[in-house]
T-cell receptor, first 112, second 114 residues
Framework: DQQVKQNSPSLSVQEGRISILNCDYTNSMFDYFLWYKKYPAEGPTFLISISSIKDKNEDGRFTVFLNKSAKHLSLHIVPSQPGDSAVYFCAAIGFGNEKLTFGTGTRLTIIP | NAGVTQTPKFQVLKTGQSMTLQCAQDMNHNSMYWYRQDPGMGLRLIYYSASEGTTDKGEVPNGYNVSRLNKREFSLRLESAAPSQTSVYFC?????????????FGQGTRLTVV
């Protein structure tokens, strides 16, 4: 039972344009959501997060949107840069529960 | 500040052999995790530990055992390795005291079972 889903295995975006990565979840007990970036042969690194009490969080070029009613979150990267080419994972955790669940990942390729 | 350290970085095992993957963190985090990453499957949780002395199963615990030796260390043991356990294994830790915090990952252990 995949509780966190990333339905797009890959995405290609022109440099300078907006990249939008999507994530859906099924567990209504999740209340904190995170995005991680992963380069080959490295461990995942934290990018940005959002609490369920918010619907938007920004950090520089990165913005995460949360739609609780749809159980959907998205990561926007504007403008996209070649260094953004990586695999992106969304993750979720519920209050009082330390089980951190990840999605299957989306491979983002930025085309120069 | 080393963060999360995993050893070894690479390992080749024969089917049926056993081994322990080591993980240590120096951030005084309460929670620690073991994940495996396989193509198309994302990061799947094997086991996690919310505090010293406690462990819980994740999504794919079969074939693995864990030990939370102390607050710093969380080891993953394969008692009888199988080719299906060929994967990249990641350890992570998180500050449980502050509810909304991220997990920090190690560099990974690439395990091949032949």
């Amino acid at each position: 039972d995949q509780q966190v889903k990333q339905n797009s295995p890959s995405l290609s975006v022109q440099e300078g344009r907006i990249s939008i990565l999507n994530c859906d979840y099924t567990n209504s007990m999740f209340d904190y959501f995170l995005w991680y970036k992963k380069y080959p042969a490295e461990g995942p690194t934290f990018l940005i997060s959002i609490s369920s009490i918010k619907d938007k969080n920004e950090d520089g070029r990165f913005t995460v949107f949360l739609n609780k009613s749809a159980k959907h979150l998205s990561l926007h990267i504007v403008p996209s840069q070649p260094g953004d080419s990586a695999v992106y994972f969304c993750a979720a955790i519920g209050f009082g529960n330390e089980k951190l669940t990840f999605g299957t990942g989306t491979r983002l390729t930025i085309i120069p | 500040n080393a963060g999360v350290t995993q050893t070894p970085k690479f390992q080749v095992l024969k089917t049926g052999q056993s081994m322990t993957l080591q993980c240590a963190q120096d951030m005084n985090h309460n929670s620690m995790y073991w994940y495996r990453q396989d193509p198309g499957m994302g990061l799947r949780l094997i086991y996690y530990s919310a505090s010293e002395g406690t462990t819980d199963k994740g999504e794919v615990p079969n074939g693995y055992n864990v030990s939370r030796l102390n607050k710093r260390e969380f080891s993953l043991r394969l008692e009888s390795a199988a080719p299906s356990q060929t994967s990249v294994y990641f350890c992570a830790s998180r500050d449980r005291g502050n509810m909304n915090t991220e997990a920090f990952f190690g560099q990974g252990t690439r395990l091949t079972v032949v």
